[in-house]
Nanobody
C-alpha cells in the first residue's frame, strides 16, 4: 500500500485546510485510516482516525470539534478537514493505514505511512 498525503500549507490562525491522502490498493475500504502529526522537537501524536465503514471516527482532544476526518472508498482517499487552526497545530501531518490491529490511536499499530505534508499556522 502506498499513501500520498497532500493539502498542507501556510495558513493564518483561524483559517482552514483540508488534507488528503490517496492510497493505492484494492482493499482500501478494509483499512482503518489515521492522521498523525509531528511538530519539531516533539513526538508523533495521534490526530484522528476512521474505520473502514466510515461509521466510527476518533479524534484527539486537541482537535476534536475543529477537525473532521472522512473517507471516500470509491476514490481510495481519506481527508482531514481542519478548521479554526491554531499555531500549535503546526506540524508535519502523516496519514497511515492499519490493516489489522486493536488500538486505532496507536501509531505503532499502523502498517503503512505516507510521506507527510507540512502544515504551518501563523499567529
Amino acid at each position: 500500500v502506498q499513501l500520498q498525503a497532500s493539502g498542507g500549507g501556510l495558513v493564518q490562525a483561524g483559517g482552514s485546510l483540508r488534507l488528503s491522502c490517496a492510497a493505492s490498493g484494492r482493499t482500501f475500504s478494509s483499512y482503518k485510516m489515521g492522521w498523525f502529526r509531528q511538530a519539531p522537537g516533539k513526538e508523533r501524536e495521534f490526530v484522528a482516525a476512521i474505520r473502514g465503514d466510515s461509521v466510527i471516527t476518533y479524534y484527539a482532544d486537541s482537535v476534536r470539534g475543529r477537525s473532521t476526518i472522512s473517507r471516500d472508498n470509491a476514490k481510495n482517499t481519506v481527508y482531514l478537514q481542519m478548521n479554526s487552526l491554531k499555531p500549535e497545530d503546526t506540524a508535519v501531518y502523516y496519514c497511515a493505514a492499519q490493516t489489522s490491529g486493536y488500538n486505532i490511536r496507536a501509531g505503532a499499530e499502523y502498517d503503512f505511512w505516507g510521506q507527510g505534508t507540512q502544515v504551518t499556522v501563523s499567529s
